[in-house]
């Protein structure tokens, strides 16, 4: 039986699909290619379409031997949720809708889905776990949290067992270093910070610095790509051998202020780094830090390239080797 992989062209979803094929495992990837690059998918097979499309999901699932779906296909950034709500309602959301009743129509009942801390909001408690209140301060982090309540709904209704993962900061690359971050535009701090470094733009911008923290930025929990796409296979194993829906947080369980970031990069890179202390961004929490504690008893996760300086330091290798990402070599 073959796994599907949404939005499998993504950096999540990439490094997923490498880790399934290490273990051998039948791939099947959808991507409308909008956020994603052909390139990154290391194997299986590639259906470039959109989920939204009920006749294209149909095709898919038709033509393959399909058990478990792993769902990353969405829109995911902060500050453009806050601009565009409408685009992440459609994609995300109704994206969602019509996958799950691709599945109901061709009775595939198990998912696991590419979820976020951004479900949480302010948090209560620090570090955050899973029974904590959940109230999101911006547009992308609702739509993740209304695909988990759907998924919840379509247990209660049609049996469809869904493991949702949240995720703090995604950051690292593949060992191999074939495959890494490239997003077009790029917002996420840590490849921004080695643009700097590498002289693609002319500093880092710190977005606040009066955030109630020790040094005033926001804190944050970076775990490694590859530590993340272990657990979506652990997820899928779990769910084959009949395990129910559940969710769990993916993270290291220690924040890195921004501040702190650019530090350990600069020590890595071995460049100045020139740093610019900016307005907030809005929607954006002060303190985001995971309590795993779930995902390590119940899925047997054990992230284990957790060291901040060796996950930027991964990063480093792709960026330098890809300067211009996975299109433009150069
Ligand atoms: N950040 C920043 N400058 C940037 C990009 C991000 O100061 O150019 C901050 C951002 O405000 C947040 C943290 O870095 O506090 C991590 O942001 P990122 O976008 O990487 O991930 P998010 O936490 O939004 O998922």
């Not at 601009?83 to 959301?93: A, T």
Request: charged share 20%; glycine share 10%; with cysteine.
């Amino acid at each position: 039986m073959a796994v599907l992989v949404t939005g499998g062209a993504g950096y999540i979803g990439s490094h997923t699909v490498a880790a399934l094929l290490e273990r051998g495992e039948q791939i099947i990837v959808a991507d409308n290619l909008q956020q994603g690059h052909r390139e990154a998918v290391l194997g299986g097979k590639l259906y470039v379409g959109d989920l939204r499309d009920g006749e294209f999901l149909d095709t898919v699932f038709q033509e393959n031997s399909i058990d478990a779906v792993i769902h990353f296909a969405a829109n995911s950034l902060v500050g453009e949720s806050m601009k565009d709500p409408g685009k992440y309602y459609h994609n995300n959301v109704y994206g969602t809708l019509s996958l799950l009743e691709a599945m109901i129509r061709h009775q595939v009942g198990k998912i696991v889905f590419s979820s976020t801390a951004a479900t949480y909001g302010e948090p209560e408690n620090v570090p955050i776990d899973e029974h904590d209140r959940t109230l999101p301060t911006n547009a992308y982090g609702e739509t993740k949290l209304a695909m988990e309540k759907m998924m919840k709904w379509f247990d209660v209704a049609h049996g469809l067992k869904y493991i949702s993962l949240r995720y703090f900061n995604a950051a690292g690359a593949h060992a191999s270093g074939r495959i890494g971050e490239d997003h077009s535009p790029e917002t996420h701090l840590i490849p921004l910070v080695l643009q700097a470094a590498l002289g693609q733009r002319p500093h880092i911008s710190v977005f606040g610095d009066d955030y109630p923290t020790e040094d005033g930025t926001c804190i944050r929990d970076y775990i490694h790509v590859s530590d993340l796409a272990d657990a979506h296979v652990l997820a899928v194993d779990r769910l084959r051998e009949g395990g129910d829906s559940a969710v769990y947080n993916l993270g290291n369980g220690t924040g890195f202020s921004v501040k702190q970031v650019i530090d350990i990069a600069r020590w890595v890179t071995d460049h100045e780094i020139p740093a610019v202390m900016e307005a907030r961004r809005a929607g954006d929490p002060a303190v985001l830090v995971a309590s795993s504690e779930r995902a390590r008893q119940e899925l047997g996760w054990n992230p284990s390239r957790a060291k901040l300086e060796d996950i930027i330091g991964s990063a480093w290798a792709w960026h330098r080797n890809n300067p211009g990402g996975y299109n433009k070599n150069g």
